[in-house]
Nanobody, 115 residues
Framework: QVQFVESGGGLVQPGGSLRLSCAASGFAFSFSTMGWYRQAPGKQRELVTTITGRGSTDYVDSVKGRFTISRDNPKNVVYLQMNSLKPEDTAVYYC?????????WGQGTQVTVSS
């Protein structure tokens, strides 16, 4: 079955950096578009960025130029490098894959940006 193990969240000061990792299993990772979503307290979950199996990427405007998604297909891992973090980036971050009509989610990792 589809499984994710996320890591890399934590507390960081504004302007700092974090790198999230999501190790995936149970599906054809290399051929799948992977996404990172986030959900802040009291807000809906939002799509942050996606990467296709071939490496094409897309970002929500609020993170363009600051966040970078990448993947290591042989290792079945997708990464999210987050630089110049802002307090409004505080959220639980989830990795995601859509298979047919179903979405699969990681357990989430907390990112807190605060001084």
């Amino acid at each position: 079955q589809v499984q994710f193990v996320e890591s890399g969240g934590g507390l960081v000061q504004p302007g700092g950096s974090l790198r999230l990792s999501c190790a995936a299993s149970g599906f054809a990772f290399s051929f799948s578009t992977m996404g990172w979503y986030r959900q802040a307290p009291g807000k809906q979950r939002e799509l942050v960025t996606t990467i296709t199996g071939r490496g094409s990427t897309d970002y929500v405007d609020s993170v363009k130029g600051r966040f970078t998604i990448s993947r290591d297909n042989p290792k079945n891992v997708v990464y999210l490098q987050m630089n110049s973090l802002k307090p409004e980036d505080t959220a639980v971050y989830y990795c995601n894959v859509a298979r047919g009509t179903r979405d699969y989610w990681g357990q989430g990792t907390q990112v807190t940006v605060s001084s």
